[in-house]
């Protein structure tokens, strides 16, 4: 029998190093004051793109070429696996930053489905 410890012990170096960048683009007909968005900036989505091994001035060194700020494009920068509790089972495991919370076996909805 394993102890408590030994099951929230979880590391995956190469999960660990990944980044996602979310590249948006402002946009004046998004309206930023919109209560029923999350969008407060009025931002398109355009692109999410994983990196590997990468530092995240490099990531937006990258992006710049294709994607000039000048131009009204944001980069947002995340890390791409987060470590997260089974709440049943109690074990630790890695799942993307961007899992729904219904899709996810860290929440109770997941188990309610």
């Known amino acids: 029998m394993t102890n408590n410890t030994e099951k929230l012990d979880l590391h995956d170096p190469i ?10 683009k402002r946009d004046k007909r ?24 990468m530092s995240e001035d ?8 294709s994607w000039n700020p000048k131009n009204g494009y944001v ?4 890390k791409t696996y987060i470590k997260r509790k089974n709440i049943m089972s109690g074990q630790m495991f890695y799942e993307r930053y961007d899992t729904p919370y219904y899709c ?10």
């Open 75 to 78: 980069f947002q920068i995340n």
């Open 58 to 65: 490099e990531i937006v060194e990258r992006l710049s070429e």
């Open 30 to 53: 998004i309206k930023r004051n919109n209560s029923y968005t999350k969008n407060k900036e009025g931002l398109k989505y355009i692109d999410s793109i994983d990196f590997k091994d």
């Open 104 to 113: 996810s076996p860290s929440s109770e909805r997941y188990f309610c489905m």
């Open 15 to 24: 999960k660990e190093s990944m980044l996602t960048a979310e590249v948006y």
